[in-house]
């Protein structure tokens, strides 16, 4: 390529998206006068086909050896350029994008500004393209395995796509059985299926799949690498129970004489402190909790280990540092439901029979602690329930997002309340949101089963009567939006919609994992349309309700998206890796090693022989903070030279 | 006419220049004064990148990256506070106000942050007046 620069300029309109705020014309005819601008031209949609010949043409015909378009975001379509400049012949990296739709037509109302502002981007982009060399793109073979984080529908779902295309499969639960949030739901909206029924064959198939390993009660400890060579340590926390010699038969959870809540039954039933979540749990396979049994705590006990025949109760067994090594990550981290607590108002731990969805879903759950009997507290059965929509979500206090699924379940949760306890049901709401298939019909055939709908926001949840009809019930007081008057309902239970919200530990995945967060707290997708499963980090997929709160049918669509999206990076067989990485000048380079201090990937090393630091372009990830350390100026940031930044800062205040 | 300045801003590739271009998506609206630059990393950013701009004809210079702690390359954007702060003295021994140059953090969802600190440092400058006789 040594040769003279000759640059082509393309400037896009994009419509009227571009050219209705940016004079392209002008912007054009600029650029012509510029130093090594070969041809300018612009066209009304640089990345259509015709747009994308027009480019090919003109390196073919003009010589051109660098090319700028100015166009959309470089997310958007750099790629798509970078590949026409390779299709000709021409190095992809000898190609700059000028970002003047997202932060020029779309942002700036004043056309003059507007086009003044895409020129400077539009100067600076051919200033720096003056200065870009080629690049090598080195490709890598790419491990075939996958890790999975999260044993909910989201990590089956994505684990069973990949397993069966006989793929191996790492999963990582972090409790002592998968099955997630969905396994504690009774049915399932709007087609009233047994959500177990639907869920367990699944698991089981998880459980004894040959290309799924489970690694459940285990948490990801330490992740290296990037994409198609990551490096995963896995935490395998002491079940204090051998998993090869247990054969479940449950004498342990018989005899063991300490009860504690249960987690899985949302604190509404106990669970012995050597316990299964749950009859179906996958692997079915006990584990001790360490925080209640009583031999951990006081030294005596031991009553598992006497009476388990298979002699599987190992009270000295360890945690277990596992490394695997994969290609690429899907989270499925789920969700966490919120408490209610804070909004005192409303009663939660305060009154008795105040309830949230996931209590009550445990309640009506046949596999409950009352057997699928709806009863209050002592045990009567309630003649009325209210069910209050949007508790921690709709709400700015708390969460400003709708949690998608409230309106359902809460229908859901009526119908099941008429056909077990056939007692009156008052919906709280403040918009009935019934979007999906067949929603719209069961809110109808709901309306039809005789529940009042009340359109407003409860302000109190209260035991204090006024009348004699509320004396012993907790009242609910609300103002109804379409009556415009303040009503007060006694009812026998009040169950309170509450938010789905982020995992507490939510900030600290991402940062084990290096992807972002958006406002709400979820994971961030690559794209909110064209990429909603992949991150910003090349190889790491999300699914399910951790990138943001969703129902079953969105969930298993995502995971089986993001499954094949891992189907595809493992058919390719490779990787590219970064091409734009740092390189050390030896020549100039004193040794000083402020480079390989402060490298955050340990990719600079000192040779101890020729008293020079080297780096390991595998490792280095082209951050350039070394770049800019570098006292004697010897670093080069590919890609990202001082030279062409110089260039591009002249460009830009022309 | 009025003063328009006109400003710098080196913005990360991972959380800053995405959530600028989500102020773009979204089509909120913000000074033209503000000239984009993208950059790796906060930390990529020399301080004679700030130098060179304020001297070529940039009257302020916007730093931004990835919040604390949420840094792509895991600490890059701390870097950048250390190099700022021995920066700010040398802008001080140039003479130069430190309100300047400012180093934020934008997150790839924060759009309306990112214009908010647009308007800000926009509005500061028209204030304090063209750099004028410094190098």
């Not at chain 1, 571009?18 to 601008?37: N, P, Y």
């Not at chain 1, 012949?89 to 000028?98: D, I, R």
């Not at chain 1, 919120?338 to 949230?356: A, C, M, R, S």
């Amino acid at each position: 390529m040594g040769s003279e620069p000759r640059i082509g300029v393309y400037v896009c309109h994009c419509g009227s998206n571009i050219a209705g705020t940016v004079d392209v014309e002008e912007v054009t005819e600029f650029a012509r006068g510029l130093d090594a601008v070969v041809i300018a031209r612009n066209y009304v949609f640089m990345c259509s086909d015709p747009g994308q010949e027009v480019i090919r043409n003109d390196i073919r015909d003009f010589g051109l050896n660098r090319v700028v378009v100015a166009a959309c975001s470089p997310t958007m379509h750099e790629l798509t350029f970078c590949r026409v400049l390779e299709e000709a012949g021409v190095n992809p990296y000898l190609f700059e994008m000028a970002n003047i739709r997202e932060q020029c037509s779309w942002v700036t109302e004043d056309k003059q500004m507007a086009t003044e502002k895409a020129r400077a981007l539009v100067g600076a982009a051919i200033k720096r393209v003056y200065y870009h060399q080629p690049l090598e793109t080195r490709r890598v073979p790419f491990n075939p395995n996958t890790l999975i984080i999260g044993g909910g529908i989201a990590g089956i779902q994505a684990a069973l796509e990949i397993a069966n295309s006989e793929h191996k499969v790492y999963l990582v639960e972090r409790s002592p059985s998968i099955g997630g949030h969905m396994i504690q739901l009774d049915k399932t909206f709007p087609t009233l299926d047994c959500s177990a029924c639907i869920l367990t064959p699944k698991m089981a198939d998880v459980g004894s799949h040959p290309y799924i390993e489970l690694m459940s009660y285990s948490e990801v400890e330490e992740v290296a690498g990037y994409i198609g060579n990551f490096k995963v340590k896995i935490r395998e926390k002491a079940r204090y129970v051998d998993v090869d010699k247990c054969n479940s038969c449950g004498v342990c959870q018989e005899k063991c004489p300490w009860k504690v809540d249960s987690e899985f039954d949302a604190g509404m039933g106990k669970r012995k402190a050597i316990y299964t979540p749950f009859p179906q749990a996958v692997p079915n396979i006990p584990v001790i909790d360490r925080e209640h049994c009583v031999y951990f705590l006081k030294g005596t006990c031991r009553a598992c280990e006497e009476f388990c025949e298979a002699k599987a109760i190992d009270f000295e067994q360890e945690d277990k540092l596992v490394e695997v090594e994969v290609g690429s990550i899907i989270l499925a981290t789920g969700f966490d439901v919120f408490d209610p607590t804070p909004i005192y108002e409303y009663g939660y731990k305060q009154l008795d029979n105040v309830v949230t969805s996931l209590e009550f879903e445990r309640l009506v759950n046949a596999a409950g602690p009352t057997g699928g009997n709806i009863v209050l507290k002592d045990g009567s059965t309630p003649q009325s329930i209210a069910i209050i929509h949007c508790v921690g979500s709709r709400d700015k206090n708390y969460h400003e997002y709708c949690s998608r699924v409230c309106c359902m379940y809460a229908l859901k949760f009526a119908h099941l309340i008429k056909e077990k306890a056939n007692a009156d049901v008052y919906q709280y709401y403040i918009d009935m949101r019934c979007f999906g298939k067949g929603y719209e019909e069961f809110y109808e055939r709901l309306a039809d089963e005789g529940v009042n709908f009340i359109r407003g926001k409860v302000g109190e949840v209260t035991n204090q009567a006024l009348s004699e009809e509320e004396k012993g019930k907790l009242v609910v007081v609300a103002e109804d939006t379409l009556l415009g008057s303040i009503i007060r309902v006694p009812v026998d239970i009040v169950i309170l919609c509450v938010a789905m919200e982020p995992q507490p530990d939510v900030g600290a995945v991402a940062r084990l994992f290096n992807i972002s967060r958006s406002a709400d707290g979820f994971f961030l997708e690559k794209h909110p349309k064209l990429d909603p499963v992949a991150t910003t980090t090349d190889g790491i997929f999300v699914a399910g309700c951790c990138q943001g709160p969703k129902d079953i049918p969105d969930t298993v669509a995502q995971a089986s998206a993001a499954a094949a999206r891992v189907l595809a990076l493992i058919s390719t067989g490779e990787v590219e890796v970064e091409a734009a990485t740092a390189v050390i000048d030896e020549r100039i380079c004193s040794g000083c090693q402020l480079c390989s201090v402060i490298c955050p990937y340990t990719a600079i090393t000192f040779d101890e022989k020729e008293r020079v630091c080297r780096v390991n372009e595998a490792l280095c990830k082209g951050c350039g903070a070394c770049v800019a350390a570098c006292p004697s100026m010897a670093i080069i940031g590919k890609h990202f030279t001082t030279e062409q930044i110089m260039a591009e800062i002249e460009g830009i205040l022309i | 006419m009025s003063f328009e300045p006109k400003i710098v801003a080196f913005l990360c590739e991972w959380c800053s220049y995405r959530g600028a271009d989500l102020a773009g998506t979204a089509r909120m609206k913000y000074p033209a004064n503000v000239r984009p630059i993208k950059v790796k990393c906060s930390s990529r950013v020399e301080p004679t990148f700030i130098l060179k701009a304020l001297q070529t004809g940039a009257s302020g210079v916007l730093v931004l990256g990835c919040h604390p702690g949420d840094c792509h390359y895991t600490n890059g954007n701390y870097k950048a506070i250390r190099r700022m702060a021995i920066l700010n003295k040398l802008l001080e021994q140039l003479g130069i106000e430190k309100e300047r140059v400012r180093l934020d953090w934008v997150s790839a969802s924060e759009g309306n942050k990112f214009v908010s600190i647009v308007n800000d440092i926009t509005a500061k400058i028209k204030e304090l007046g063209p750099l004028t006789k410094v190098f």
